[in-house]
Nanobody, 122 residues
Framework: EVQLVESGGGLVQPGGSLRLSCAASGFTFDDYAVGWFRQAPGKEREGVSC????????FYADYVKGRFTSSRDNAKNTVYLQMNSLKPEDTATYYCAGGSHCWLTRYDYDYWGQGTLVTVSS
């Protein structure tokens, strides 16, 4: 079946780094843009970044620009989110999503992963 699986979350200290992975299966991965979203308890899910399917164009929310970098390896059906200089406010469950367009302010994606928890705390 169609599946997106996030991994790489965990506990990290402020200022530290994590790399999240989104592994896809069951669909033509290189036809899809892949977005990253996050949701903290009691908060709305918000768009973090997106990487396009046709090129390696990337888009980022203002609050992660200069700290987070998305990349993709279509041969491995995997998208990555490198997160540097992490802050406590980055604590959230992070989700990847596949769709026909890159959206950060909409949830209009075809496929969603189950999420991976990132906790930034000393």
């Amino acid at each position: 079946e169609v599946q997106l699986v996030e991994s790489g979350g965990g506990l990290v200290q402020p200022g530290g780094s994590l790399r999240l992975s989104c592994a896809a299966s069951g669909f033509t991965f290189d036809d899809y843009a892949v977005g990253w979203f996050r949701q903290a308890p009691g908060k709305e899910r918000e768009g973090v970044s997106c990487i396009s399917s046709s090129s390696d164009s990337t888009f980022y929310a203002d609050y992660v620009k200069g700290r987070f970098t998305s990349s993709r390896d279509n041969a491995k059906n995997t998208v990555y989110l490198q997160m540097n200089s992490l802050k406590p406010e980055d604590t959230a469950t992070y989700y990847c999503a596949g769709g026909s367009h890159c959206w950060l302010t909409r949830y209009d994606y075809d496929y969603w992963g189950q999420g991976t928890l990132v906790t930034v705390s000393s």
